[in-house]
């Protein structure tokens, strides 16, 4: 029995980190070749074992609560950013009870109504894009803008949405710079952004407070958004959720959903400048689901629709936003079908990108080609999943695209992302038509806590007819 193999490095502390952060794809390859799939690195004086591969990726995705820990590695960075009380800040069993609140709220019925007010928003945000000739818009701010407006608008609810014009998205900008790599390794840190976090947050807090308190001095009980489904929860054993801690799981909710969505939003029209004729092809889709270009997004409609979902699936096959899944050993674990022992201390990292950009699972795999996923069979059950090369039993997190991630910890944000998704693209590409400029696609910055495509980020674009 031994500790797995260690990748050397020179410079003290800081270990891996630069090779890694400049380009992990590239960092994961060279060293599997020399160490297999499973090998441990330094970054910043900590150590983490990633486990590569499909096997890899079910280790960590569904190690056991005695063994490893999520919340003592993202506290640092949430606690701060959410407060206390939640996600992170509490024991799973505690998670997992917010995460069924929070469930309640992203009902069918939800998403109907969410997709004509996230319809409207869009419109509304790219009226600024309009005029006779075109131009170049900046697609990452205008994505960044857009998805804070459709977020609040449908989860925070209408009197949040009302302010986010000023001083909220100050706020929300505040919270979001103490929310970096930075803040997870160097907690203690005197830096103003910290302070400036922390200020956000109170200042957050309390107006999610006064919306709540308003709404029950007023005994409004109408509100269909997810604010409304998260007042007077208990859990199981009786211990209230209490209003603060509702105003905390919102915050959490924003931050989860925010980068995740719009850069994802930002990579898909990219791909689709790329690929014009694409474009074309989901004009057409919707043409024949709806009958016309000038009928209303329905989500009933957009389950129809299979090229976009397609499009939406492969951009987070190519561009998932969270590369890396982080667990810390509480209790020394054998790695299954070796003698390596990871010790106690050590960070286990998943890294679905690697799977997901794999040859052995993806022919032409850095190719983005949404068609791919017409002959790709994931059973409902989630029992097996048919990759072309041959069922993998117990498909879930044996999975080797996994961007929503796998186990008890999944994303529960999946299906409102995807709705989100569908309607802000479907709507842009009815409004107008665009191209990549001369710089072509956008590298990835992987410096980001949320992977994003290195900064600016173009498109020419048209308006159509
Ligand atoms: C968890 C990805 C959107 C809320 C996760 C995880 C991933 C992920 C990979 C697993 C983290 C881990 O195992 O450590 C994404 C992507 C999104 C997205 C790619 C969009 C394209 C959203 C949205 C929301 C959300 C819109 C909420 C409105 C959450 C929550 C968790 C989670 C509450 C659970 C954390 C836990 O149990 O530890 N997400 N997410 N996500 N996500 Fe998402």
New binding site residues.
């Given amino acids: 029995k031994s500790a797995p193999p260690e990748v050397p490095y020179w410079i003290p502390y800081l270990g891996s980190a630069i090779a890694f952060s400049v380009n992990p794809l590239k960092f994961y390859a060279d060293n599997r070749k020399k160490y297999g799939d499973v090998f441990t690195y330094t970054m910043v004086g900590r150590k983490f074992t990633v486990c590569l591969g499909i096997e890899g990726n079910n280790f960590v995705?569904n190690a056991k609560l005695a063994d490893v820990s999520?919340e003592e590695s993202?506290k640092p960075l949430t606690t701060p950013v959410f407060g206390k009380g939640v996600?992170?800040d509490c024991p799973n069993h505690m998670?997992m009870e917010q995460?069924k609140f929070?469930k309640w709220g992203m009902s069918n019925d939800a998403f109907r109504a969410y997709v004509p007010e996230i319809e409207e928003e869009t419109r509304n945000y790219f009226q600024r894009w309009n005029n006779k000739t075109g131009g170049r818009g900046d697609l990452f701010k205008a994505m960044g803008e857009l998805i804070i407006n459709t977020a609040s608008r449908t989860?925070m609810g209408p009197e949040i949405r009302a302010l986010m014009d000023d001083s909220v998205a100050q706020l929300y900008h505040d919270l979001d710079d103490g929310f970096q790599p930075i803040n997870m390794f160097f907690e203690w840190l005197p830096l103003p952004s910290y302070f400036r976090r922390d200020n956000a947050h109170i200042k957050m807090r309390n107006i999610f407070k006064q919306v709540i308190d308003d709404r029950r001095t007023n005994n409004v009980t109408d509100k269909t958004d997810m604010l409304q489904s998260l007042l007077n929860q208990t859990y199981k054993d009786g211990t209230p959720f209490t209003d603060v801690d509702a105003c905390h799981l919102m915050i959490?909710?924003l931050m989860?959903?925010q980068h995740?969505?719009s850069t994802?939003a930002t990579w898909a029209l990219l791909h689709l400048a790329e690929h014009p004729h694409l474009i074309k092809e989901l004009l057409a889709e919707q043409k024949d689901v709806l009958g016309s270009l000038d009928t209303p997004l329905s989500f009933d409609a957009m389950k129809n629709m299979t090229l976009l979902e397609n499009v939406i699936r492969e951009t987070?096959r190519l561009r998932?936003?969270?590369i890396m899944?982080?667990r810390k050993v509480i209790r020394p674990i054998t790695y299954p079908g070796t003698d390596y022992v990871i010790p106690k201390g050590n960070y286990i990292a998943a890294s679905p990108i690697a799977t997901q950009v794999d040859e052995q699972f993806y022919k032409n795999a850095m190719h983005f080609d949404p068609h791919r996923w017409n002959s790709i069979k994931e059973e409902e059950s989630g029992e097996s999943v048919d990759y072309g090369f041959g069922k993998i039993a117990g498909g879930g997190a044996r999975n080797p695209n996994l961007?929503?991630?796998a186990?008890?910890?999944?994303?529960?944000?999946?299906t409102?992302?995807y709705v989100q998704?569908k309607t802000v693209i479907s709507t842009f590409v009815r409004m107008y038509d665009m191209e990549l400029t001369e710089k072509g696609m956008p590298g990835q910055d992987f410096t980001k806590m949320f992977v994003q495509p290195v900064l600016p980020v173009e498109i020419n674009y048209t308006p159509r007819k």
């Fill in positions: 995705f999520a993202y996600v992170y998670l995460k929070v989860l959490a909710l989860a959903g995740t969505s994802t987070l998932p936003p969270i899944i982080l961007p929503f991630g186990g008890r910890h999944r994303c529960i944000g999946e409102f992302a998704l």
